[in-house]
């Protein structure tokens, strides 16, 4: 059997929900999902359809309500908080949409911080250079333009050749330009490190990007297609 046709998420009947009784709200329903090794996956999805907490639980992030989910062999459902945090820093690099850099770190050692914890990493220039921020090695946080910054998220999420990268909304808090030049940097680690991605966006034109788009609704898949050709972030129109 060729290993690489299986899954790396595995998902079976996640339930999460919150509250009890007429006040519950249910993030997922009962939803399954299979992720191959190296898919580029957009999320696409109105406010409050289950994204972050489906996103969530496969990073180890939280846990649903019901039924489990897997990485490759490994069940994240009910794994204690260790495990979890083993599973995250070993195997998962994640990208929200604010950055959360250290202000007082310069670039290269924001993502050195995380290269130091790493099993196996790439040289933090590497990873900058990946972004196209070799020239900003030495500057700090404020002194970059926001989507500057979110280049820097990346790199710190790739740094560690992450199996998954993780990202929601990565684009949310920028305009469309430098959105483009995050989104390239995310594509550029999903086709030369091989990581399974996953991008959480509302914005459709986003999708165009990817070569499996889910669109959930209620906490339901409601459409799982493929894209025929995956656009570059440049062609992308918004
Ligand atoms: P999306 O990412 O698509 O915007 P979320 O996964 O964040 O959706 O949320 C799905 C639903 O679950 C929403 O109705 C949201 O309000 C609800 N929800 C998420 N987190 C919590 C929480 N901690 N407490 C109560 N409700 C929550």
Redesign the pocket.
Known sequence: MDRSEDPVFSARGLCKS?GAGEVT?Y?LRDLDVDIRNGEFVVLL?P???????LLNILGGLDAPTSGHAKWRDHELTGSSEADLTRYRREHVGFVFQFYNLIPNLTVEENVELVASIAEHPMKPTEALEMVGLSHRLRHFPSQLSGGEQQRVAVARAIVKRPDALLCDEPTGALDVETGKMVLAAIARANAELGATTVV?THNSAIAGMANRVLR?GGGRIVADERNPRQQRPEELSW
């Open positions: 919150y709200v993030a999805g406010s409050g359809s289950g994204k972050s907490t959480i959930l």
